[in-house]
């Protein structure tokens, strides 16, 4: 998993420059145990191998006294190629799909990827071909024995296409906007797939809308016109929110509450037809928005709910979230597990979470990242921390098991500066002063990101990536490098 870090600046006024700065990385695999956080880090400095060098390629040439080229073989040759069946696909589309060519030889296994290829169009029910072996009517000049040729000849079945879309009772939304969303139009090949498709689109964007009711029919087939698409919509009523209530809820207030989810009821409680649009995805969403939050906060057993209250014309509702908070959790062990190469009481030392403390989602997350970047000092780029949460018997009483998987432990092999636009304005040297790490270094998260807001800072290069692509601090494996 590569480290990218993007930013890029060249100016149109100035001269276009675009940085790339790739670390190739060499595995070591030292593994004595170190304290994180200071100190030497054992193991020897190893130099750098030297890069594999290419000949030239007139050097090439000449060594092997000319290139030779692959030459066909075969038994026939093809007389012709025949399409049969095709009344709206050109003939010439066709055949520049297939690479079965008259004059060339015959060979099954090509006639057999182009009907691959033919049926990858999508333009075709069904793709069949025939070969049919001929000889030619005198022999060869040699007098050997007359020469085979081959009739190829494909049948194709085109596939109907659609005449016209039609969307009837659409009061809500325009034809443009179901165009657009159905992903159908005149002219497509007629597919039961695609319409179907289509058809699931339009009620996501229906009920993404507010249309929460609405229902749909797609048919295929009018009177004088068997290839129309028609989509039928029932639309039903477009519903809004009216109110929002949380009940259940102690440790933390309504209000509170209220600002973590999406939905929203009228703008300011009076402005009644502005963002709160009923959206069916956005409320379950916030169902487990809020059940997280609770997780969270140390209620490890926290449920949530909801239920939906509506007024009589059925266009106006009423979401309930019901919150059943359960105990809140606090942390009876934390045990580290899968680390050798760092000791446990290093790692212990950068945790924030001790024993007998509330358990906290967001700490954890933190310690997670400190156990992570602390292990990426140390040329462990690619370490992996998994945490598990264990319930005791005891009520309200948590273990915590922090998993590390360390991965490998990586040098810095080699340091490549890449300059496009004008090169001849900028050293190497300028750019590799703005990265302090260096060949046979182990590679440090520390340094990565020290380099990447140097790069920033330094507008030498082009920020907007309309005008140059960024540049990039890239960590290669040694073997991709070499490639």
Request: hydrophobic share 35%; glycine share 10%.
């Amino acid at each position: 998993m590569p480290f990218r870090f993007y930013r890029c600046d060249t100016s149109k006024h100035r001269f276009l420059a675009c940085f790339v700065c790739c670390l190739a990385i060499a595995f070591s695999s030292n593994h004595l145990h170190a304290q994180m956080g200071g100190g030497g880090m054992g193991g020897g400095q190893a130099q750098a191998p030297a890069a594999a060098t290419k000949p030239k390629f007139s050097d090439h040439i000449h060594n092997r006294d000319g290139m030779a080229l692959r030459r066909e073989a075969g038994d026939a040759v093809v007389a012709e190629v025949r399409l049969v069946g095709n009344q709206v696909i050109r003939t010439t589309d066709i055949l520049a799909e297939i690479q079965t060519r008259k004059g060339r030889f015959y060979s099954e296994d090509t006639v057999l990827s182009d009907v691959g290829r033919l049926n990858d169009m999508g333009s075709f029910d069904h793709v069949t071909f025939e070969a049919e072996e001929r000889l030619t009517a005198t022999p060869g000049s040699n007098g050997s024995a007359p020469q085979k040729s081959v009739l190829v000849t494909f049948y194709v079945r085109e596939r109907a296409m659609v005449s016209q879309v039609i969307y009837h009772g659409d009061y809500g939304m325009n034809d443009r906007e179901l165009s657009g969303r159905s992903g159908i139009t005149a002219g497509d090949p007629l597919s039961e797939f695609a319409i179907e498709t289509g058809k699931r689109r339009l009620i996501d964007y229906y009920h993404e809308e507010g249309f929460n009711q609405a229902a749909i029919i797609a048919s295929i087939g009018l009177p004088g016109d068997p290839n129309a698409v028609v989509f039928r919509i029932n639309e039903g009523p477009k519903e809004r929110i009216r109110d929002i209530r949380i009940e259940g809820a102690s440790i933390v207030s309504e209000s509170r509450l209220k600002k973590i989810i999406q939905s929203r009821g009228p703008m300011m409680g009076i402005m009644s037809y502005i963002g709160n649009v009923a959206d069916m995805k956005k409320i379950d969403a916030d169902v487990d928005v809020l059940a997280s939050y609770y997780h969270n906060l140390g209620f490890l057993t926290a449920t949530v709910g909801r239920r939906i209250e509506y007024d009589r014309t059925g266009k106006w509702m009423t979401i309930v979230f019901v919150v059943n908070e359960g105990p809140r959790f606090s942390i009876g062990d934390i045990q580290i597990v899968g680390n050798e190469f760092i000791t446990e009481e290093s790692l212990r030392r950068r945790l924030e979470l001790k024993a007998n403390d509330v358990f906290s989602g967001t700490k954890m997350r933190k310690d997670i990242g400190e156990i992570v970047y602390g292990y990426g000092e140390l040329g462990f780029i690619y370490a992996e921390v998994n945490p598990k949460t264990i319930m005791r018997d005891e009520n309200g009483i948590v273990d915590l098991v922090f998993e590390i998987t360390e991965g490998d432990r990586w040098k810095v092999n080699s340091i490549r500066v890449e300059i496009d636009g004008e090169p001849h304005l900028m050293r190497e040297t300028t750019m590799l002063n703005l990265i302090e790490m260096r060949e046979g270094d182990y590679i440090d998260r520390r340094d990565l990101e020290t380099g990447r807001n140097r790069i920033e800072r330094s507008q030498l290069l082009e920020t907007n990536p309309t005008i140059a692509a960024p540049p990039d601090i890239i960590v290669k494996p040694l073997e991709e490098s070499l490639r």
